[in-house]
């Protein structure tokens, strides 16, 4: 009795149900959930984009905003999880009572559980529904990343055709450092041979340039030596009296000439003087023999005719005509004789002084034409200089045009590395924007991940609540099973076994699908972070190897224009080269002037020594024969 009494009827555990019912929040439909979760203050995330949409909106922010809804239903699960552990001591007393009454009221709670199974399946189709849509979410997404992963490939091409292209651009700067190392050595060496032929130019230069003072000054001191030489020759016609003066005279200007000269040595001189005084000595011994001989004859002639004239002559008439005749003729032949001496020692002197100024003419004459020869010789070895100069600017002209071709080659590669950088630029550019909107794409889709995982768990503690409900009605149910009298109906107890096979079923159902959910979103997560991943490198190495080739570039822009002002440079040197082999050019041809006045100024020396040596021996001649 006192059990009894403590037992409550159904009916107050109806009523009991029917007030704490309404006050207690433990179970709500999904509906709810969906409309607290669309009243939420907080914005919602953007649909799924669709593979012909353009802009798709950021996965990650989609992500976040999943993960926050996840935070906040978390929270308040939390909430109603305290205050079910509230409720649930007044609502097992109340269940208690509501099992002990009369069997009316059981099929009452049947009617009620069996609502309440419905209400459930309602739910479980939204949720079903609900899971389709996330699975079509899914989907989407799955497409979205397998369109990610096509821009990715597409990405992984472009980048594999820029590092291509940066190879080859490498590979052209290489050629392009090698080509201007090989310029760089080619001007260096045209600048040192440059150099050395401006020093053998300068040289040859000062060499001709002393070579042609000399020769002037010899002109001079020869025109000097000939003027000396017929004021001498005058000199010694005037000064015929004395044979030492005239042979001092002689030595003193073959003193002078000599120094004047300064091709021999003082022993030579005095060898030639001493030859010339030996000549002179054996010339003289032979003019007085002569001398002698002619006048022996002439004494001879002399006496005869005196001896004739005597003959004829009478002794007695002394102081006769013939007498005087005598007289006379013999100081006429007297005065003769002297004169005649005197001509032939005048002749002898000049005779000697012509040929010792013939032998001095003579070796001038040899000297002039050893010079003219060396004058010659150098002059050739100038031409040929002057020809190998002119064939090497030529050449250096030559090698300028293709200096200046390979400048415009270069100039040509330079700016299809610009255009090829740029380029690349630009593709690193578009590969970027791809790869932010690809990571804002996957922040969309990991933030509507993080939120339908965060409403899934929520649904899942709220089916886990439900269920616990259900088995604690269930328990209920039992116990009061076991405390009334065993008359219930076949049919409660097919239906309920029908709700708990549905139930079963139904929670099966759910943990498989939570397990799904569960497991997707750390899939699309993994999937995420390793495409994240692959794109930050990819972009690491893209930006890397943009600095690369930019600084290559910069490099190979100051090679080209340290390339471009050492050709301006050799271009000026150049010129300067040119100028100097005109000027070079034009002292030749004053020197081959200067060589050919010297050349007539020879000819007519020696034509006026052959015209005065011919007049001279005519005029002996013409002096012998009327002498004889």
Not at 32 to 38: E, G, I, L, P, S
Request: proline share 3%.
């Amino acid at each position: 009795m006192e059990e009894k009494q403590k037992l409550n009827a159904p009916r107050d555990f109806l009523r009991g149900a029917a007030v704490t019912r309404p006050s207690s929040p433990a179970l709500l439909t999904p509906s709810h959930f969906t409309v607290t979760c669309a009243t939420n203050p907080q914005p919602r995330p953007p649909d799924p984009p669709t593979l012909g949409q353009t802009h798709t909106p950021d996965p990650w922010v989609i992500i976040t905003r999943t993960q926050q809804e996840l935070q906040e239903l978390r929270r308040e699960n939390q909430r109603l999880l305290l205050k079910h552990k509230d409720t649930s001591s007044t609502q097992y007393s109340t269940h208690h009572t509501r099992y002990t009454h009369s069997p009316e009221q059981l099929r009452r709670d049947s009617e009620e559980l069996r609502g309440e199974v419905k209400r459930l399946k309602e739910e479980l189709r939204e949720r079903e529904r609900n899971i389709s849509r996330q699975c079509a979410e899914r989907e989407e997404l799955s497409v979205e990343l397998l369109h990610c992963k096509d821009e990715l490939k597409q990405n992984r091409e472009k980048l594999a055709e820029c590092v291509l292209q940066r190879e080859q651009s490498e590979r052209e700067l290489q050629c392009s450092k090698e080509e201007t190392q090989r310029l760089q050595e080619q001007v260096q060496q045209v600048c040192e041979s440059h150099s050395a032929e401006i020093s053998a130019l300068t040289h040859t230069n000062t060499h001709l340039q002393s070579s042609l003072t000399a020769a002037t000054q010899e002109v001079t001191l020869l025109r000097q030596n000939l003027e000396e030489v017929i004021s001498e020759k005058e000199m010694v016609q005037e000064q015929l009296s004395s044979q030492s003066s005239v042979i001092a005279e002689q030595a003193d200007t073959l003193q002078k000439l000599r120094s004047y000269i300064g091709t021999r040595s003082e022993e030579e001189k005095q060898h030639t003087l001493i030859q010339k005084l030996e000549k002179e000595k054996e010339a003289l011994i032979m003019s007085v023999e002569l001398l002698k001989v002619r006048v022996q004859a002439s004494n001879d002639i002399l006496a005869l005719q005196e001896r004739e004239l005597g003959e004829q002559s009478d002794p007695l008439h002394k102081d006769s005509r013939a007498g005087q005749l005598l007289s006379l003729w013999r100081e006429k032949v007297f005065v003769l004789l002297v004169q005649l001496r005197s001509r032939d020692l005048q002749l002898h002197s000049e005779k000697s002084q012509l040929h010792n100024t013939v032998c001095d003419l003579q070796q001038d004459v040899q000297k002039l034409q050893s010079q003219i020869s060396v004058f010659q010789h150098s002059l050739q070895d100038k031409t040929a200089e002057l020809e190998l100069h002119n064939i090497h600017s030529q050449e250096l002209k030559q090698q300028l045009c293709r200096a200046v071709e390979e400048n415009e080659i270069l100039k040509e590669e330079k700016d299809k590395n610009e255009k090829s950088l740029r380029d690349i630029t630009n593709t690193a550019h578009r590969v970027c924007e791809c790869v932010e909107q690809c990571r804002g794409q996957m922040d969309s889709a990991q933030f509507q991940m993080n939120t339908l995982a965060q409403r899934l768990s929520f649904a899942t503690k709220r089916l886990d609540t439900v269920h616990g409900l259900l088995l604690r009605k269930e328990a209920l149910r039992k116990a009061q099973q076991a405390t009334k009298p065993p008359d219930p109906p076949a049919s409660d107890s097919s239906c309920i076994e029908r709700l708990k096979a549905e139930v079963a079923l139904l929670s099966s159902e759910r943990d498989q699908l939570t397990q799904e959910l569960k497991r997707t979103p750390d899939l699309i997560q993994s999937a995420l972070s390793d495409l994240q991943q692959q794109l930050e490198r990819q972009v690491g190495h893209l930006t890397q190897a943009l600095s690369c080739s930019k600084a290559d570039m910069e490099e190979c822009e100051l090679r080209r224009v340290e390339a471009q002002r050492q050709c301006e440079e050799h271009e000026a040197t150049i010129v300067e080269l040119q100028a100097e082999v005109h000027s070079v050019q034009q002292q030749s041809e004053e020197q081959e002037g200067t060589i050919s006045e010297l050349r007539a100024e020879a000819h007519r020396i020696q034509q006026h020594w052959q015209t005065g040596k011919r007049f001279q021996l005519c005029n002996y001649c013409s002096h012998c024969s009327v002498q004889y």
